[in-house]
Structures are given as C-alpha cells and as structure tokens.
C-alpha cells in the first residue's frame, strides 16, 4: 500500500534546536542531581531518562517539583502530595517510556505494521516498567524478595502503564502517519516523536499516579535523608504548619516512622498501603471494588487511545513503503520518484 508523505510539521532546523536543548537539560538535571538534590537514587536516573525524552519540558518539570532549592530543604520541598504524584509519574515515564522507544525501534528495524508494534511497544513497556523499574529497583526499598515485589508492583504498574499508552499510542500513530520517516530510529523524526509522544503519555498519566499516590498504592517523590531513603507520600498541609506550630523536621519523622529503620539498604518495614495516610491519618487498605473500578477506568482511557490513532492515523503503515506524491505535499529528501 502506498501512503501519502505531507510536508513536515516544522523546519527540521527546529528539530536539532530541540535536540540541543534537550542535551543541555539533561546535563544540568544529571549535575543537579548527582552533586546536590538529595533524590532516591532508581529516581535520579528516571530523571535523567525522562528529561532525555522531554528536553527542557522535562527540565521544567524537575525544577518545580525536585530541584532542592536550598541545602537541608528537599524533604518538605518534596512533600505536597502533587509533587509525589509527579515522583511517581516520572517512575512510570522513566520505565514504561524507554520499554516503548526501545520495542518502537527495534519494530522499525524488522519493518512491522504499526498496528502489530503498537502492541509490541505496550508489552515491552509493561514488561521494562514492571520487571525493571518496579521490581527490581524497589525491592529493598520495600523490604521484598524479587518476586513479592513483581505480585506487590503488578496491578499499580499496569494501571500507569494503561494510561502512559493512552497518551503515547495516538501521538505515535499520529505524527508517524503524518511522516513516516518517524517510524526509523535511525531518523531524528522518530526521536521527536518519541519526545512528543512521552510528552502526552506523562500528561496523561498523570491523574492516575496521584490517585495511586494519594491512595498509598505506589511511592511518591522520595529524598536521601528521610524514610530510609524510601520516601512516602506526605500531606500537602505538611508543608504548611498552622500559625503559631513549629514543622516536625524529616529527620526526626525518620525516627518516628517505622520505615526509617533500614535507611542504608534503602528498605521500609512497612509496606506502601500498610502506611498511615500522611493527609488523613488512615492506613485503611484501598478496596478491590475500587481498585476495579480505576482498572477499568485506565482500560477505557488505553481503549480510547486506540480509537485515535486508528480515526486520525494509519495502523496499516509500516516502515519502507513507498508513498505517493500528492499534489501540495512535499517528498523527503533523496526519495526516490
């Protein structure tokens, strides 16, 4: 099948303009990172992946809802339960994201239709998310065995995952559709995509990650100094005491808190949803009729990303095919007539 080629969305002199700024922000969120914020280790370098995919957007991100703005500060810095909903949604991203880029390219490579790689992408995304990132990242954390961590990780991880492919699947399809030069890794097209599309997927995602969060079901933004490094979600009220009371410091919460007590192996004795709401005082466990109910929610939206890219895109599409030149839209460079 033969496929349209319409012009490029923007100059590609943009597109490296991006990439160089891209470049300069993950240089400062790696040196910011790794000389000064007191951030979680796995979440230094989920980070630094997801400021990859996300240029100065990312570094954006970062400044307002990690970066230490002053020594001693990242504890109550961090702790307002949207900055934790962030913590956890760039974990989903730094995960997730690099599962899909990696599958995305390696479909390319082996020249698949977009409706098989879609597929692909998401499983491999999952996979990468779930086995990586949560597992085997977040087991001493959680004071688990590998495999308690992959049952303990499933149902959270697959929930951010529905709603990260949401955002991601149509902004694939879409931009790939409209240059087909974005489904090669070895094109500076795929990587616009690819930042586009993480974009999206992380807005996306988003809500979701809070409702987790904020439901003691996945970590939040942590910090080095507090919770045996674990960090937790904590009340956004926290961060601002009633006139006239004094801020307990994190330190002496680590020796309050039970979860402070493996601080060098970056262990908790408690278990996410074991631990007390920080904004309620509740550590009652989440329901499964609820639980359902935000399963299905993030299907929907995953359901919904699909009608997308199959209404506005082209899921019968896939690398090397040859395409028509229709009046009004422009050829790449070098392809052939």
Not at 174 to 198: G, H
Not at 248 to 267: D, I, N
Not at 287 to 295: E, F, H, I, Q
Request: hydrophobic fraction near 50%.
């Amino acid at each position: 099948m033969n496929h349209p080629m319409p012009a490029p969305l923007f100059p590609e002199y943009l597109l490296w303009g991006w990439f160089a700024l891209t470049a300069l922000s993950v240089a400062y969120v790696a040196w910011d990172l790794f000389t000064r914020t007191p951030e979680m280790k796995v979440m230094k370098w989920g980070w630094v992946l997801v400021t990859l995919y996300t240029g100065p957007v990312g570094l954006l991100i970062y400044w307002f809802s990690c970066r230490e703005p002053s020594p001693g500060t990242h504890e109550q810095f961090v702790a307002p339960l949207w900055k934790q909903a962030v913590g956890s949604t760039i974990h989903c991203a730094a995960g997730d994201a690099t599962g899909i880029i990696v599958a995305a390219a390696l479909t390319g490579y082996f020249g698949l239709r977009m409706g098989v790689d879609i597929w692909l992408e998401y499983a491999a995304g999952f996979a990468f998310g779930l086995f990586i990132f949560q597992a085997l990242f977040m087991k001493d954390m959680m004071k688990m065995s590998y495999g308690q961590a992959v049952r303990h990780s499933f149902l959270p991880e697959w929930m951010s995952m529905n709603a990260m492919m949401a955002g991601m699947l149509p902004t694939m399809v879409i931009l790939m559709s409209r240059d087909m030069r974005a489904m090669e890794a070895t094109s500076p097209w795929f990587w616009a995509a690819m930042s586009a599309a993480t974009l999206v997927g992380v807005v996306v995602s988003y809500p979701v990650n809070y409702w987790l969060v904020k439901n003691q079901l996945k970590h939040g933004m942590g910090t080095e100094r507090a919770l045996g490094k674990g960090g937790a979600p904590q009340a956004e009220a926290s961060a601002t005491p009633p006139m006239g009371h004094s801020m307990p410091s994190m330190t002496g919460m680590q020796h309050e808190m039970p979860a402070a007590a493996g601080h060098a192996g970056h262990r908790m004795t408690a278990l996410p949803e074991q631990m007390p709401d920080m904004a309620t005082g509740s550590s009652a466990p989440v329901s499964g009729l609820r639980k359902a109910a935000v399963t299905l929610l993030t299907l929907a939206m995953l359901a919904g990303g699909y009608w997308l890219a199959a209404r506005y895109g082209d899921l019968s599409m896939r690398p090397g095919e040859p395409m028509l030149d229709m009046p009004g839209m422009a050829m790449p460079a070098g392809h052939p007539m």
